[in-house]
């Protein structure tokens, strides 16, 4: 089955750290690039970070030195550790590979809410 599952989202106080995860299935996963990406009420889906099957990321400016992506092959998963979160940062979080971006095939996301 075809899958991407988001999770480890929440409620954070400004200043605070979330790490999120996606498990995705092996056909998902296997050979590519994987991205985050987050959608803020009101606003157009953007990409926030991506991550080679190598190891190499990279991240959208305004997140650069406070996110961190990553990933474990061997699990299918990969992972965005949140730091210094800031009320800009509240969105719904999803991962994807662009292909899957560019045809509109999403998972459920997962929210993080920055507030105090």
């Known amino acids: 089955q075809v899958q991407l599952v988001e999770s480890g989202g929440g409620l954070v106080q400004p200043g605070g750290s979330l790490r999120l995860s996606c498990a995705a299935s092996e056909s998902i996963f296997s050979d590519n690039y994987m991205g985050w990406y987050r959608q803020a009420p009101g606003k157009q889906r953007e990409f926030v970070a991506g991550?080679?099957?190598?190891?190499?990321?990279n991240h959208l400016d305004s997140v650069k030195g406070r996110f961190t992506i990553s990933r474990d092959n061997a699990k299918n998963t990969v992972y965005l550790q949140m730091n210094s979160l800031k009320p800009e940062d509240t969105a719904v979080y999803y991962c994807n590979t662009p292909d899957r971006a560019r045809r509109g095939y999403w998972g459920q996301g997962t929210q993080v809410t920055v507030s105090s």
């Open positions: 991550i080679t099957v190598g190891g190499s990321g």
